[in-house]
């Protein structure tokens, strides 16, 4: 987790290590990881008492990608 400093909106960010050979393979990677993502951001949101779910994003190391899921 961070805090984005252009924004000051907390961030949750996920990398993954998936090997990414096409933008294909990318939006089936995406796809597979979002309810993973969904659970973390209700899982921030109500330990911190957010008023709204903060941002996720998957940091795709091998493709050099970071895809945000709001």
């Given amino acids: ?35 993973q993502g969904a659970v973390y951001r209700r899982a921030l949101q109500a330990a911190l008492g957010l008023p709204e779910p903060p941002r996720f994003e998957l940091w795709f190391l091998s493709a050099g990608r970071v895809i945000s899921l709001e």
């Fill in 1 to 35: 987790m961070y805090r984005d400093t252009s924004t000051g909106e907390l961030v949750i960010a996920d990398y993954k290590t998936d090997d990414i050979a096409t933008d294909a393979d990318l939006a089936d990677k995406v796809a597979n990881y979002r309810s």
